[in-house]
Nanobody, 119 residues
């Protein structure tokens, strides 16, 4: 079955860290751009970061730049979002998706993984 599954969320205090995983099954992430998105209560889904498999290029939204990193494990066919120095404003459900170059994100949205940052 072709799918992406998010995991790794949890509850942490401000300043803490979490690592989210986006595991692909049924297809290879080669040639795909993998994006992480988040949706906080009452807000629209927003892009957080993405990883381009063809050359390893990355993108980060301004609100997470310098705190988050993104990487890929080719063997595990998984993309990770390492989130450091978490802030309450990072609280959201985090989702991943994938697209081929010059195409839109097209996978069905999964259940996501909840990240809660609170003291």
């Amino acid at each position: 079955q072709v799918q992406l599954v998010e995991s790794g969320g949890g509850s942490v205090q401000p300043g803490g860290s979490l690592r989210l995983s986006c595991a692909a099954s049924g297809f290879s992430l080669d040639n795909y751009v993998i994006g992480w998105f988040r949706q906080a209560p009452g807000k629209e889904r927003e892009g957080v970061s993405c990883f381009r498999s063809s050359d390893g290029d990355t993108y980060f939204g301004n609100s997470v730049k310098g705190r988050f990193t993104i990487s890929r494990d080719n063997v595990k066919n998984t993309v990770y979002l390492q989130m450091n120095r978490l802030e309450p404003e990072d609280t959201a459900v985090y989702y991943c998706n994938a697209r081929l170059l010059s195409q839109t994100y097209s996978f069905p949205w999964g259940r996501g993984t909840q990240v809660t940052v609170s003291s």
